[in-house]
């Protein structure tokens, strides 16, 4: 099973950029496919974006597609999200996890290594 830690998160204006980071470890991190999934309050977990195992293939929710960008270095068992233009709906706890664990087909916050997440506020 693979450990996956999210970080980077924080409070940030509308129309301002992060970049979050998610440290992977105890399993072959250069051969799953990854995804960021969010979780707002009182709401379930939403599929945010995906990446292949070796990083050429990307997809985006249509909430953040153009926005976002997803990205991954092997070597260092790392698994990047850059937003920009960042909105106030996009106020969630942020996580990393497997693409079984959550895709555009669903997400399962019981299924697959989630961590704790990072918070990201986007207020004014």
């Known amino acids: 099973d693979v450990q996956l830690q999210a970080s980077g998160g924080g409070l940030v204006q509308p129309g301002g950029s992060l970049r979050l980071s998610c440290a992977a470890s105890?399993?072959?991190?250069?051969?799953?496919?990854m995804s960021w999934a969010r979780q707002a309050l009182g709401k379930g977990p939403e599929w945010v974006s995906t990446?292949?195992?070796?990083?050429?293939?990307?997809y985006y929710a249509d909430s953040v597609k153009g926005r976002f960008t997803i990205s991954r270095d092997n070597a260092r068992d790392t698994l990047y999200l850059q937003m920009d233009s960042l909105r106030v709906d996009d106020t969630a706890v942020y996580f990393c996890?497997?693409?079984?664990?959550?895709?555009?087909?669903?997400?399962?916050?019981?299924?697959?290594?989630w961590g704790q997440g990072t918070q990201v506020t986007v207020s004014s």
């Open positions: 996890t497997t693409a079984l664990s959550c895709s555009q087909f669903g997400c399962d916050s019981d299924t697959g290594s």
């Open positions: 105890g399993a072959h991190f250069g051969s799953i496919d």
């Open positions: 990446i292949n195992s070796g990083g050429g293939l990307t």
